[in-house]
């Protein structure tokens, strides 16, 4: 009985990969050299080690929650959780925002969740704004201090708090 070109042309290359992976899991599984001088741990002599911390698995704990944006173009921050609010500025696909809170508003794509920006994210955009310089605000933009962002268009990285007002 003879087999068709295609059934032997493919067990051939699935035995030529399986081969090639294991021999590859085979290769990463061997130890690395324990006399490699070139791999050696180094200690700091004093006691808390350079970031003042006692313990070195520990991490400072993050004030607010981090998101990143997720739209295909400039995502508008607004003044209020609503679509009919000023525009206070943009973000960046694929840029990473410190949210301070979440809030239920204008419904955007089926989600109406909408994110509070902390303070860092907000002192960012004014300085690129501003082109690094501080300048004086005036009073419709001190109205309009808060940053808000559709969450349809923000995944946000850690647990988000509801706003408390």
Known sequence: MLKPT?????????????GLVGAGAAVADQDPRPDNP??????????????????????????????????????????????????????????????????????????????????EDKKDHMNRMNGGGMMAMPQAAKERQDHWVSARYVKNLTEVKYCRS
């Open 38 to 119: 070139g791999q050696e741990n180094v200690m700091d002599d004093d006691d808390q080690g350079s970031d003042g911390l006692t313990d070195p698995d520990t991490y400072p704990e993050r004030k607010h929650a981090r998101g990143i944006v997720i739209s295909r173009g400039p995502l508008t921050l607004r003044s209020r959780p609503t679509t009919h609010s000023h525009k206070v500025g943009r973000a960046h696909p694929h840029q990473k925002l410190s949210i301070e809170c979440k809030k239920h508003g204008e419904r955007v794509d089926g989600n109406n969740l909408w994110y509070l920006l902390d303070d």
């Open 6 to 18: 295609r059934t032997i042309l493919a067990l051939a290359a699935g035995s030529l990969v399986l």
